[in-house]
């Protein structure tokens, strides 16, 4: 072998060595289940033209979706601990199957309604159990790794969705739903049937405790909140950000164009960033994905054409690339490994809440001004990088005991 093959080998070792089996049976069903995610980004366009809803109806109906998913990640992180990872991630992926075929062919808005509160419950639903499964199957010093695999299956397959599934709607919605619904059930059977339990206590027995022990925790309370307030930011990338470029006279396919790069940095960058950065302490980390996030938002206040607003996008993503893998690899420093599920729903809630605050905040900063909203954006994105800093004494304390 030469030393170029040597060296290439070591390179790809260096990436994706070292993991065990069920983890890539884990990071293989989340592949093909972002692959086939080809209903929730259309949801919108599916509503107010396939089922004629008006604008106003169709917010209403996105809304009872995103309370349902505020119930979604401290129940799954419940049933992650007490009914375990396998059993939660499997089932939430055939409860999800289901919940897409009846909105697919619900006609009424009380029926649509239900079936978006459910699936709102229902979809993310595997994320703790994901989250846990990786604390538990992989070594400390791998989970940056791992973490960082996984956020880069999700972004590939969610870009490959976005593409297929905007091609697809033009012949219908139907289908879009049974694609979705099918690589729902392929990613729970595959958990299913090549992935052991790992929750701890039902081995052990000994450990018990619930959601109140999780918010005596200071620490990750505190960090919850950090991840919430930039959440709160990022999520203006898809809520007002399509609404301050158009307002500007762009057409829509401008916010396409330019989002394109973010999944494009992505893939061809992330890969290559994760290992490095793993070397240092992940709250600094973090918090520079934060700050970097925060300028190239900022930097969307003086931009009024596609390639300025491409170039924003690639600041930001810069920033979200750093970040990949250290969210996780936090949460599983900072909780017992009989709560990891618990602790991982708070984190997800995190989430779930800045998908309701980021529209709320985002439109009427919007309202006042684009100069407003992109300046207040980027200093919370800071706020978050100061704030995140300040727990690195704790998280690191945790990390050694």
């Keep these: 072998m030469t030393s170029t093959g040597i060296t290439t080998a070591g390179f790809i070792r260096s990436r994706v060595g070292g993991l065990p089996r069920p983890f890539w049976v884990l990071f293989g069903g989340t592949l093909v289940n972002r692959l086939g995610t080809m209903v929730e980004p259309f949801i919108g366009i599916y509503l107010t033209q396939a089922r004629g809803m008006p604008v106003t109806a169709a917010g209403l109906v996105m809304t009872v979706f995103g ?151 200071r620490v990750m309370v505190a960090y919850a909140l950090t991840c919430l307030m930039f959440y709160v930011v990022y999520a203006q990338s898809y809520t007002t950000l399509p609404l301050a470029m158009t307002a500007q006279g762009l057409p829509t396919s401008s916010y396409g164009m330019a989002m394109a790069v973010n999944g494009l940095l992505i893939v061809l960058i992330q890969p290559f960033s994760t290992v490095w950065l793993a070397r240092f302490e992940p709250s600094w980390v973090l918090a520079t994905g934060y700050a970097i996030a925060g300028v190239g938002f900022m930097l969307t206040a003086v931009m009024s054409t596609t390639a300025g607003h491409a170039t924003a996008v690639a600041v930001w993503t810069l920033g979200e690339i750093v970040t990949a893998g250290i969210h996780g690899t936090i949460v599983a420093a900072l909780a017992p490994a009989h709560l990891r599920g618990r602790y991982s729903g708070l984190y997800g809630l995190s989430w779930s809440a800045a998908g309701l605050l980021a529209p709320l905040i985002g439109t009427r900063l919007l309202a006042v001004g684009p100069e407003v909203l992109w300046p207040v954006m980027g200093g919370l994105a800071l706020l978050a990088a100061a704030a995140q800093l300040s727990l690195t004494r704790a998280i690191r304390a945790r990390q050694a005991a």
């Design 67 to 217: 309370l349902g998913s505020l119930f979604s990640q401290p129940l799954a992180g419940w049933l992650t601990d007490r009914v375990g990872r396998r059993a939660t991630l499997s089932g939430g992926m055939v409860a999800t199957a289901v919940t897409m075929l009846a909105l697919g062919y619900a006609t009424n808005l009380a029926g649509i309604c239900a079936a978006m509160f459910v699936l709102g419950v229902v979809i993310d639903a595997y994320r703790p159990a994901s989250q846990a499964l990786v604390a538990d199957l992989v070594r400390p010093e791998d989970r940056p790794r791992a973490y960082g695999l996984l956020f880069w299956a999700i972004n590939l397959g969610y870009s490959v969705s976005m593409v297929a599934g905007g091609w697809l709607a033009r012949s219908g919605f139907t289908l879009l739903f049974w694609i979705d619904a099918f690589t729902c059930l392929v990613f729970g059977l595959l958990v299913w049937r090549a992935v052991p339990e790992t929750r701890r206590a039902a081995r052990e027995g000994k450990e018990a405790g619930g959601f109140r022990d999780v918010l005596r925790d």
